[in-house]
């Protein structure tokens, strides 16, 4: 298959379509079929999926696979372990709520889990949006935060 096989102002990649804007293609009106307001990105597994723009931080682990106290490097981003919780979180990637641990403290967003249970973190909003977005490091070490995901995203495959 090459962008000849696709409809007018697709490109081809893998064998799939990409960046119609034309509802009849099934694009639903964006590109790659997604919904609106979201776009076909490459993922960190190596696939294609329907995201939002980030607004949500993700806190890298050093170059040493460390994180700020409490927390674990686990797929290289710091998370909690849930079956051993530190007394207290980190202040800028807080635990969740201890009245309700399906919460983030004075949210109504739930913790995120980069890996699979029984690992997760409260992740913060980014300051801004786009490249300048700037997200806080860890409060106790010196684990990076990066403007990277939106826990809104469909995630649909694209």
Do not use: I, K, R, W
């Not at 990105?41 to 409490?70: I, K, R, Y």
């Amino acid at each position: 298959m090459t962008d000849a096989d696709c409809a007018a102002g697709e490109s081809c990649l893998s064998c799939s379509c990409f960046g119609s804007t034309d509802e009849s293609s099934g694009g639903g009106g964006t590109a790659g079929g997604c919904p609106p307001g979201e776009t076909c990105e490459m993922t960190g597994q190596g696939g294609m999926a329907c995201l939002a723009e980030s607004n949500h931080c993700v806190l890298f682990c050093n170059a040493m696979m460390t994180c700020p106290d409490g927390m674990t490097c686990q797929g290289s981003v710091c998370h909690y372990d849930s079956g051993n919780l530190p007394m207290m979180g980190d202040p800028n990637y807080p635990l969740p709520d201890p009245m309700n641990m399906n919460l983030c403290p004075g949210t109504d967003e739930q913790p995120v889990t980069f890996v699979g249970d029984p690992y997760f973190v409260c992740a913060p909003l980014c300051d801004g949006m786009g490249p300048m977005a700037m997200c806080p490091a860890g409060g106790s070490g010196n684990a990076q935060g990066a403007c990277l995901f939106n826990p809104d995203s469909s995630g649909n495959a694209c």
